[in-house]
């Protein structure tokens, strides 16, 4: 079966930095979009980016800040977090599009992470 584990969440100072990691088993994503989105409580869960294989879209609060990769060969895809505020804070998942252009919305996502805590403290 497929399942995607995340990775790389805890407690950081503002400014800090985080790096998530997403690895998937179960079927390779190597053309599907894999992307990162976040929830914080009582808020709808938000697109924070997404990478296919032609490029990689972020949300406008975090470009500068975060960056999205992956490693095809790992099956993995990773969201370093830089100059984190805690407005980031939320639960962070990752999920798999089965399609090819980058979407961002949960609907159009089929694969989801159980999530990881990321917390930034003022």
């Known amino acids: 079966q497929v399942q995607l584990v995340e990775s790389g969440g805890g407690l950081v100072q503002a400014g800090g930095s985080l790096r998530l990691s997403c690895t998937a088993s179960?079927?390779?994503?190597?053309?599907?979009?894999m992307g990162w989105f976040r929830q914080a409580p009582g808020r709808e869960r938000e697109f924070v980016g997404a990478?296919?294989?032609?490029?990689?879209r972020l949300r406008d609060s975090v470009k500068g800040r975060f960056t999205i990769s992956r490693d095809n060969a790992k099956n993995t895809v990773y969201l370093q977090m830089n100059s984190l505020k805690p407005e980031d804070t939320a639960v962070y998942y990752c999920?798999?599009?089965?399609?090819?252009?980058?979407?961002?919305?949960?609907?159009?996502?089929?694969?989801w992470g159980q999530g990881t805590q990321v917390t930034v403290s003022s």
């Open positions: 999920a798999v599009q089965i399609g090819v252009v980058i979407a961002e919305t949960p609907a159009e996502y089929s694969y």
């Open positions: 179960g079927r390779t994503f190597s053309k599907n979009p």
């Open positions: 990478i296919s294989w032609t490029g990689t």
